[in-house]
């Protein structure tokens, strides 16, 4: 007796491919998906899974088929769309390196305790940043007034990214992932506009100085 095949495996670079025959009943299906992964268990294990194709399951009948493989066969199910979705998270944390030209967002006002503003590019305060408040920015900070509270340029990752302003008393400054404290002891009123930057691993601060 001739027997209708139901299930069917399509491999790409990607992964694995199901297909289900749409005439076929779901018991047969999930009959023929266990007998076929049995026959060749060493081949399939550990294989990705992309997509299920073919005939419309239930979302019960799916969850099932995924556990099947998952804990039976020890086959991976990552479907196409959760592929795409990790692939713009990755491109989410790319560094930002957009510093000398990209984008630039304009703040004209004080930045107040407990507000905190993120921009994914450059930043510029047109007023203070005072204690308490946090300005995070992919790209350069740029105080027009006093910065008083913490800032951290170059959040995605870029070390090339600086913090500048006008008088720079800050809580914390941050550039990239490194960390740079004001003295806790000796507060010095800067005497003129500083910058921030990294430099050897640090973050140091130094007199803006615009015919170096």
């Not at 779901?26 to 294990?45: D, H, P, S």
């Not at 030209?101 to 047109?126: P, Y």
């Not at 990239?176 to 691993?201: C, F, H, T, W, Y």
């Amino acid at each position: 007796m001739y027997e209708e095949k139901c299930v069917a495996f399509k491999g790409s670079k990607e992964g694995i491919s199901i297909y289900f025959n749409r005439d076929c009943e779901y018991v047969k299906l999930r009959e023929q998906l266990i007998m076929k992964l049995e026959g060749a268990k060493r081949f399939f294990n550990g294989a990705k899974v992309i997509s299920i194709q073919g005939k419309l399951l239930t979302e019960e009948e799916k969850d099932e088929i995924k556990e099947i493989i998952h804990s039976r066969f020890g086959m991976i199910m990552v479907e196409k769309d959760e592929e795409i979705k990790k692939k713009e998270m990755q491109a989410s944390k790319r560094i930002f390196k957009g510093i000398e030209e990209g984008d630039t967002k304009f703040i004209r006002a004080t930045i107040r305790s407990g507000q905190r503003i993120k921009f994914k590019g450059n930043m510029v305060i047109i007023g203070d940043i005072n204690p308490g408040a946090e300005v995070v920015a992919e790209g350069n900070i740029l105080v027009m007034g006093a910065l008083r509270g913490l800032a951290h340029a170059g959040s995605s990752g870029n070390e090339k990214a600086f913090v500048a302003a006008f008088s720079l008393q800050p809580t914390q400054l941050r550039i990239a992932d490194v960390i740079g404290r004001s003295p806790d002891n000796e507060p010095i009123k800067p005497m003129g506009p500083e910058l921030a930057l990294i430099k050897k691993g640090a973050v140091v601060i130094e007199p803006y100085l615009p015919n170096k």
